[in-house]
T-cell receptor, first 115, second 118 residues
Framework: DAGITQSPRYKITETGRQVTLMCHQT?????MFWYRQDLGHGLRLIYY???????DKGEVPDGYVVSRSKTENFPLTLESATRSQTSVYFC??????????????FGSGTQLSVL | AQKVTQAQTEISVVEKEDVTLDCVYE???????LFWYKQPPSGELVFLIR????DEQNEISGRYSWNFQKSTSSFNFTITASQVVDSAVYFC???????????????WGAGTKLIIKP
């Protein structure tokens, strides 16, 4: 019962570098999400995906790129990391829409520091 | 626009006290879902409950209970006889599956940090 896993757990990088955060789920859930969590802002949606090859912007997409070539994977790339992207990143998934499908399952998070 | 307000930024109580976390929401949709999630110090977000807009029955799960009142647009969470392990940040969230405005996504409150002192 692997569930949803994120890697790495911690990452330190420098301004201007490209960084990719990985997310993998074993349930074949249709929807996957990337959130960032910052003090004073709660959880903010970066990107989401309703199915393989379908992605859409959330509340704070600038500076991020996602792809979903396979249902189980949803990597998040910071093309040129900035200090303002220092945050805790959470990946989440849900089965579908409506009733029991609306429950979100979260990964353990990736703590990213951009120096 | 949809919105979730958790006015209590931080609550601190002594173990065994009862504590209520407030959640007030705004939506124009008639079909919606409300959630509570817990984020313990370890950081992972844990689902606690989902309530749909057509079910106003209050729910109890052990020491946890939830009071859903559509008349006041509130979905409050009460912990009875609190324990140190209840210390966490608690988030309330809202989604409207048929709402274009919400982009079918969860709208999150800012969270309430609950500190239970031994």
């Amino acid at each position: 019962d692997a569930g949803i896993t994120q890697s790495p757990r911690y990452k330190i990088t420098e301004t201007g570098r490209q960084v990719t955060l990985m997310c993998h789920q074993t349930w074949s859930h249709s929807y996957m999400f990337w959130y960032r969590q910052d003090l004073g802002h709660g959880l903010r949606l970066i990107y989401y995906s309703a199915a393989a090859d379908i992605t859409d912007k959330g509340e704070v997409p600038d500076g991020y790129v996602v792809s979903r070539s396979k249902t189980e994977n949803f990597p998040l790339t910071l093309e040129s990391a900035t200090r303002s992207q220092t945050s805790v990143y959470f990946c989440a998934s849900k089965k579908g829409q409506g009733r029991d499908n609306e429950k979100l399952f979260f990964g353990s998070g990736t703590q990213l520091s951009v120096l | 626009a949809q919105k979730v307000t958790q006015a209590q930024t931080e609550i601190s109580v002594v173990e065994k006290e009862d504590v209520t976390l407030d959640c007030v929401y705004e939506t124009r949709d008639t079909t919606y879902y409300l959630f509570w999630y817990k984020q313990p110090p370890s950081g992972e977000l844990v689902f606690l409950i989902r309530r749909n807009s057509f079910d106003e029955q209050n729910e109890i799960s052990g020491r946890y209970s939830w009071n859903f009142q559509k008349s006041t647009s509130s979905f409050n969470f009460t912990i009875t006889a609190s324990q140190v392990v209840d210390s966490a940040v608690y988030f309330c969230a809202l989604t409207s599956p048929k709402s274009r405005d919400s982009n079918y996504q969860l709208i999150w409150g800012a969270g309430t940090k609950l500190i239970i002192k031994p």
